[in-house]
């Protein structure tokens, strides 16, 4: 390796810094993986982690990349992936016309591969899974330098593992209940057309908490409301709870909302003139087999506010009374967008240990917020970027609503 290169010294530099400063595997591993995505415009990058104790197979935990792999999984010894994990040996495939089988086995729908590299990562005790880079943006190819930055970036982790704890059980999803394919909603004003969502390929598990992440503009909130069944994609099949809304009417979105969607948005949104109660009963006429509404306000700590008016209320009793009435109506889904944005930090954190306590129930849930430290709660966190996906990380270990800072 020319170690002259200013670019590669550089990304060396900045990996060796970042892994220093990692405080486990997981943040270790996907600080390094975003400093050779930046660094050596790689379109694709993913980490890989072995399962040792379920099904003996690969399984995604960190990606770049346009399209949703969380089920994708690689068998040891098959595809580049499992061939470099079994033999604990760097696969350089730079010129993939000479080694057709990382093509195949890379496992990307609909991406042309032209050039990958797979790297396994291990300590002395213990191989824990690959890295492996898919292409340079633009259709480039990654070089010999290229493949030596992410080997020794493998290295250098192995490294660190012996001075991080880390566990590394992985995350059990249930059964999709929401499917996504190619997604996309354009606005037009005049003759001017907004594209706001380009292909949004995703799908989202049954009890799973997964949080939507992005700048302003990069279309978290209209995805949200097309899953939430308040606006229609321009293109693109929508499925959940296992029926097509690709092409629904007004009615059976109205039918969608009102019998499987909780919503929770950042103004709260409950009736003036009613109390507590009172905006709860108004949503239990909706359904069929609401639940008590006593039982929905002690779930977020609220029954002895049931006849409080909202004006009588802060802004966190409110947005619990929001849940309680998210709640009433037995939802398998729950859509939260910016719910703690107008609060403080403690009554925050007193809004998210209620939706803690409704994941742990068993109920699905999908939030958008601009608090990345919020986003350590979620099993998964989908980050968006001009409309598209662009960044998936798996929380093997959520974090708890108590331990949060910002």
Known sequence: MDLNSFTTFKTLGEINTAISQA??????????LKIIRDNLAAEMAVIWFYDKEGDKKLHPSYWVAPND?????????????????????????????????VATQADFEGIEISSAICT???????????????NKAGGGRFTEDDADVIEIMSMLVAQAISKNESRFEMWEHGE????????????????????????????????????????????????????????KATSGEFRCFGQDFSNADRDMLTEYRRHNIGFIFQSYNLMPNLNAYQNLALIAELVDDPLPIEDALESVGMAEKARSYPSRLSGGQQQRICIARALVKRPKLILADEPTAALDFTTSIEVLTALEKVVAGGTTMIMVTHNEEIARMANRVVRLRGGLLHEVTVNRHPAKAADLVW
């Open 176 to 231: 999709p209940v929401i499917e996504l394919r190619g997604i996309t909603r354009e606005f037009q004003n005049g003759d001017t057309i907004s594209k706001i969502l380009r292909g949004i390929n995703l799908d989202v598990y049954e009890g799973e908490f997964l949080v939507l992440l992005g700048e302003s503009g990069c279309g978290k909130s209209t995805l949200l409301n097309i899953i939430g069944g308040m606006d």
């Open 120 to 134: 396994p990562f291990s300590s002395p005790f213990e191989d824990y899974g690959v890295v492996q880079v898919v």
């Open 69 to 101: 792999i969380t089920d994708r999984v690689h068998a040891v010894g098959e595809g580049a992936v499992g061939r470099s994990y079994q033999n604990q040996k760097a696969i350089r495939s730079l010129w993939f016309e000479t080694d057709p089988d």
């Open 23 to 32: 405080a486990s595997l997981d943040a270790a591993l996907k600080a390094g």
